[in-house]
């Protein structure tokens, strides 16, 4: 597929008259954030700040707005290479607290889907390349992060596993899902320093690591459990013994 860049061209805020804001949604998220998020450890102010402020509705299908804030990953469609989803809220704020972001940062948000993790980001980093090989839900990153003001983050479309060399290096990697590997492409895009979070392994074998490039080597450690869904993707490649 053609890769190709789109920028939504600082911080989420919706543009007057944009959006319909509903009261009953912000409650929802005050209750996602006390229920989910700081149940399971995460304490960071910012980050907190962030999840209490995107309205994740607004990343589903109309007519999954009502479960838009329940404690498990969300469908949000069908790409060519199998179905996506948006990640549950827990995992993915342990994920962002572990990745430590500071305000210089530039990210790259790979599995972006219909942008959430990236608006998200938006609110934490100086900069955000968001990265998604479905033309479809690259689109609707696009019409609703630009609606919600995230001028600090870029579209960008392309091959997961492959990661976006034009804007490296990254000093964090975020991976929107499950995978059985880390290609080498990905180890290379990183800032010396930098850091990349992902889940290795599937379902209950999943395990939320940090990876640390110091050296030019890159080192991981594990954080915790976690069982998402899978990015495509990212299968191990199989080896043929004789």
């Given at each position: 597929?053609?890769?190709?860049?789109?920028?939504?061209?600082?911080?989420?805020?919706?543009?007057?008259?944009?959006?319909?804001?509903?009261?009953?949604?912000?409650?929802?998220?005050?209750?996602?954030?006390?229920?989910?998020?700081?149940?399971?450890?995460?304490?960071?102010?910012?980050?907190?700040?962030?999840?209490l402020s995107v309205p994740r509705e607004l990343f589903v299908e109309e007519s999954m707005r009502e479960l838009a804030y329940i404690d498990e990953d969300i469908?949000?469609?069908?790409?060519?290479?199998?179905?996506?989803?948006?990640?549950?809220?827990?995992?993915?704020?342990?994920?962002?607290?572990?990745?430590?972001l500071g305000s210089d940062d530039a990210v790259l948000d790979i599995g972006c889907g219909t942008g959430y993790s990236s608006a998200i980001l938006s609110w934490l980093a100086a900069s955000v390349t968001a990265l998604e090989s479905d033309p479809?839900?690259?689109?609707?990153?696009?019409?609703?992060?630009?609606?919600?003001?995230?001028?600090?983050?870029?579209?960008?479309?392309?091959?997961?596993?492959?990661?976006?060399?034009?804007?490296?290096?990254?000093?964090?990697?975020?991976?929107?899902?499950?995978?059985?590997?880390?290609?080498?492409?990905?180890?290379?895009?990183?800032?010396?320093?930098?850091?990349?979070?992902?889940?290795?392994?599937?379902?209950?074998?999943?395990?939320?690591?940090?990876?640390?490039?110091?050296?030019?080597?890159?080192?991981?450690?594990?954080?915790?459990?976690?069982?998402?869904?899978?990015?495509?993707?990212?299968?191990?490649?199989?080896?043929?013994?004789?």
């Amino acid at each position: 597929m053609p890769a190709f860049q789109w920028t939504v061209s600082a911080r989420c805020a919706p543009k007057r008259g944009s959006l319909h804001m509903s009261a009953d949604f912000t409650e929802r998220r005050v209750k996602m954030v006390d229920g989910q998020l700081r149940t399971t450890d995460v304490t960071s102010a910012p980050l907190l700040d962030a999840f209490l402020s995107v309205p994740r509705e607004l990343f589903v299908e109309e007519s999954m707005r009502e479960l838009a804030y329940i404690d498990e990953d969300i469908r949000i469609g069908d790409s060519w290479s199998g179905p996506r989803f948006l990640m549950e809220p827990s995992p993915l704020a342990r994920l962002l607290q572990l990745a430590e972001l500071g305000s210089d940062d530039a990210v790259l948000d790979i599995g972006c889907g219909t942008g959430y993790s990236s608006a998200i980001l938006s609110w934490l980093a100086a900069s955000v390349t968001a990265l998604e090989s479905d033309p479809g839900l690259a689109g609707r990153a696009r019409e609703t992060l630009a609606a919600l003001g995230c001028e600090n983050v870029s579209v960008v479309e392309g091959v997961l596993r492959d990661g976006w060399k034009a804007g490296a290096p990254y000093n964090v990697i975020v991976l929107q899902g499950s995978v059985d590997e880390l290609p080498e492409s990905l180890h290379e895009q990183l800032a010396e320093g930098g850091r990349l979070v992902a889940v290795e392994g599937r379902g209950n074998a999943g395990v939320a690591r940090i990876f640390l490039k110091s050296g030019g080597v890159l080192t991981g450690r594990r954080a915790f459990n976690a069982a998402i869904r899978p990015l495509p993707g990212f299968e191990r490649t199989r080896v043929f013994e004789f």
